[in-house]
């Protein structure tokens, strides 16, 4: 089969629905929409449709993932409809950047999946976290009184984890081995000490960015080292959030050449899908 002129992918996630339309020669038009709790036909057609798919320019093929997707019928108005397993498409989105196998692939949506890829396949599924995207607004709205993710990375970009936090040298004087100093000892642990002032706006958005960004870094991290694993990947809208990815710059003995971030992250498990989608079509990619 030759590749389709135009294709398309959506991702079902459980704060964001995110569509990838292909057109031949064409930059991919990425778009992303609130949440969608049962996907339908109707859903579809909306959503490709806010992409750009007019008449003339409908999809041959349209890749699903996420959430119920797999409840869809196998076409929509003569279009065949891929349901791909969400584990699958992750790991497709996360080889998709080059990264050396096997490889760990972290997908922070609403929360956190991760799988092991080691090249075209099925890939192994190793654990999930109910830490994630979802973790982030919800706490920031009991914190914060917002959900805005601008105004979150805002505030969390001028504000200082060790607000709330405990780091090593709080607790030891300095670092320890290969920990240095600054290194987190307790998330938000300052605050429970009644002596301490109390932390501003600020700095509760740069402790919680903190919070959830190396909570799943370590858990990553772990399956790497349980799996021997030579890379990890990260993808997911967290990473477009302000500030995210330098609370990850501070995992100490972070090792750059290790770690990878998928260009688009928050679309990297929708390219994955049609990915997959379009090798079982027998398309050149």
């Known amino acids: ?11 079902f996630g459980g704060t964001v629905t995110d569509v990838v339309l292909r057109r031949e020669g064409q930059d991919d038009v990425l778009l992303a929409r609130p949440a969608i709790g049962a996907p339908t036909p109707a859903a579809v057609r909306g959503l490709l449709a806010a992409a750009g798919a007019v008449p003339g320019s409908v999809p041959e093929l349209i890749a699903v993932t996420g959430g119920r997707s797999a409840a869809l019928p196998e076409e929509i108005d003569g279009i065949p409809v891929d349901r791909v397993a969400e584990p699958t498409a992750i790991a497709a ?9 096997p490889s760990v692939v972290v997908s922070m949506g609403t929360g956190t999946a991760i799988v092991v890829a080691t090249g075209p396949g099925e890939p192994r599924q190793l654990v999930g976290s109910g830490i994630g995207g979802g973790t982030l607004l919800g706490l920031a709205r009991l914190l914060l009184g917002t959900t805005d993710v601008a105004e979150i990375g805002e505030l969390s970009s001028r504000g200082r984890p060790s607000g709330c936090d405990l780091t090593v040298g709080d607790l030891l004087g300095g670092g320890i081995g290969p920990v240095p100093a600054e290194a987190t000892a307790s998330h938000f642990a300052r605050v429970g000490r009644a002596a301490e002032a109390l932390p501003s706006r600020e700095d509760m958005a740069a402790a919680l960015t903190n919070l959830v960004s190396q909570a799943i870094l370590r858990l990553a991290f772990e399956a790497a080292i349980g799996n021997a694993a030579r890379s990890i990947v990260l993808l997911g809208h967290l990473l477009d959030v302000p500030g995210f990815r330098e609370s990850i710059e501070r995992v100490p003995r972070l090792d750059r050449s ?8 928050g679309f990297a498990v929708a390219r994955g899908a049609l990915a997959v989608a379009l090798a079982r079509a027998g398309a050149p990619q």
């Open 258 to 265: 290790f770690l990878r971030i998928a260009e688009a992250p």
């Open 93 to 101: 989105g996360g080889l998709e950047t080059g990264a050396r196998t």
């Open 1 to 11: 089969m030759t590749a389709p002129a135009c294709s398309a992918a959506i991702d």
